[in-house]
């Protein structure tokens, strides 16, 4: 029972629409679907952190106004320096999806940066870790709901990166300079929104 329900909570994490998706998506849809799963183990590891940081009950420190500015600033800091260097990328004349091995770290980097110093997934987690934890008390079992709701939620990101691999083979250049002129501005948009709920 609370093997399923904590995938099915992690799985209905899908209808957060925030800037880790479009960042998953566009890094998908350009350069292939390792640099997508990167991204999204990235997204995942932040998520663990998270959960540890709950564990070790340090959740209460995390949301207090002062810690939240910071964590909020750097987060909008990333989130409009990617988005600007996405709004004045160019679109190549010959799109490649392929990527060295070495620069998949860098993709990681990303994920679990923008998702990690966003509080608000740390809302997101201090109310998940507290439900768990009340509903199953046992260590043993919270374990097991928790890493449930992880399964869930790298399902999820998966899904969107095998999805954008369906849709790049439509993706022309100049369709290809619109979703990055896109992309950079739901990310200076978010960035923006993030520095004034936590200013």
Known sequence: MYLLEG???????????GPVFFLLLNSSIQYGSKAGVAVALG???SDIVC???CYFGLSSFIIEPQHQFWIGSIGSILLFGIGISYVLKKAR???LFSIEP???SGFFLKGFGINFFNPFVFVV???VYNYGKYAYPE???LLVFISAVLAGILTTDLLKVFLSKKVKRFISAQRLSLVFKITGGVLIVFSLRLLYFVW
């Open 7 to 17: 995938y099915a909570i992690g799985l209905g994490m899908i209808i957060f629409i």
């Open 43 to 45: 997204i995942v590891f």
């Open 51 to 53: 959960v540890g940081l």
């Open 93 to 95: 004349p010959t799109i």
């Open 102 to 104: 070495k620069r998949l």
């Open 125 to 127: 987690w201090i109310g």
């Open 139 to 141: 260590d043993r079992v």
